[in-house]
């Protein structure tokens, strides 16, 4: 005969000195199980007397519900202790030091174009853009350099492809910022105050230069704006990019298609100790081109040369980076090696302004 006293007390005591989440399922499986104690005697009923069966029955259905509630209860103090001894265990230290993160760095192109737009938006000039692609109208023709133009031969020009039979001048890679004038000028009109930095490209490679650079175009027309004008804005340009309170200018006359009179200017610099420094010392650096510009460049832009004139500039940047922040090969600036990145970069958090210092 069944005795429900020692099944009771027997599991019961077995629960009680159960130490362990698994030790309990052990339990629950032996008792209440497929073919646990419990369920097996539940079964078995079927079998008994009717009045046994009343007897006994209701008794041994409340402990088996009573038993695997028990069980759950005590399964679930286990899980939560368990997760309390983890939480403590794994509790988060909000004082200790970030893992080290990998993050870019801006390039010096781009860091010294943010200057150069600072400096000149100062000055009231916008920003202005053109293709990279051009027609060799806007690359030569509208800047006065004629097919035939000598000029032409020595910007090494990328010609682009054109299908045979095809006898419409070939477009070429800009090879110089200057068509941004021509195409600032149709568009807007004048007057205008504009520089326009960009990518422009060459065939040419050697340790200062690539066939792709970068330059930038300086423009400012309107009525009676005079060399004198072109003089001072360079000036000021110097001063601020390269952060020294004297810089002498040198102009030097020279020879550009879309200006004249064109000059060339340097600035002084000393290389003492193989270390540029600008605005002493007794060495001449070129920085830029510039000029007055030709009356044939403004009516080829539809402006006309007896009522507006002014001036323009063109400068590379990366060679403004090169003397800046002493860089000694062009062609590391586009290899894309982190390395080199890394050390030549600037910070992200650390954006060009004219209040806070141009560079920290
Ligand atoms: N376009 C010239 C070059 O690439 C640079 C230049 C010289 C631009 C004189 C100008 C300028 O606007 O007036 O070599």
């Not at 600032?184 to 490209?201: D, L, S, T």
Request: charged fraction near 25%; aromatic fraction near 8%.
């Amino acid at each position: 005969m069944l005795d429900i006293g020692a099944l009771k007390s027997k599991f019961l005591s077995a629960l009680e000195t159960a130490t362990s989440e698994e030790a309990i399922e052990n339990l629950r499986v032996e008792a209440l199980g497929k073919k646990g104690e419990i369920s097996l005697a539940l079964r078995e009923m079927g079998q008994m007397a009717e009045d046994m069966r009343q007897k006994i029955g209701p008794e041994l259905n409340e402990f088996r519900k009573s038993f695997a509630d028990e069980i759950a209860r005590r399964k679930e103090a286990f899980a939560d202790a368990a997760l309390n001894l983890r939480l403590e265990a794994e509790g988060l230290d909000m004082s200790r030091p970030a893992r080290p993160r990998n993050h870019g760095t801006i390039h010096p192109v781009s860091q010294v174009t943010e200057e150069i737009v600072a400096i000149f938006a100062d000055l009231g000039y916008s920003v202005a853009e053109g293709p990279q692609l051009e027609t060799d109208w806007y690359n030569f023709d509208a800047l006065n350099m004629a097919p035939e133009h000598p000029a032409r031969q020595e910007h090494d020009t990328f010609y682009m492809h054109r299908d045979e039979g095809d006898n419409r001048p070939p477009h070429v890679l800009r090879t110089h910022t200057s068509p941004v004038q021509i195409r600032h000028m149709e568009k807007h009109g004048v007057p205008c105050r504009i520089i326009a930095p960009g990518r422009v490209y060459r065939a040419d490679y050697d340790q200062t230069h690539t066939p792709m650079f970068h330059q930038y175009e300086g423009l400012c027309i309107d009525e009676g704006v005079s060399m004198a004008n072109l003089k001072w804005t360079l000036q000021e340009f110097c001063r601020a990019f390269f952060e020294v309170e004297n810089v002498d200018l040198r102009f030097r006359a020279s020879h550009f298609p879309f200006t004249e009179p064109s000059a060339e200017v340097d600035i002084r610099c000393s290389w003492a100790g193989g270390q540029l420094k600008v605005g002493e010392g007794d060495d001449w650096l070129e920085v830029l081109g510039c000029g007055m510009v030709h009356p044939n460049v403004l009516s080829s832009a539809g402006v006309d040369p007896e009522t507006h004139q002014g001036f323009a500039f063109g400068m590379g940047i990366d060679r403004l980076a090169m003397l800046k922040y002493g860089i000694p090969d062009l062609r590391a600036f586009f290899d894309s090696d982190i390395r080199w990145l890394r050390h030549y970069g600037f910070s992200v958090l650390d954006r060009p302004d004219l209040a806070g210092g141009l560079s920290k």
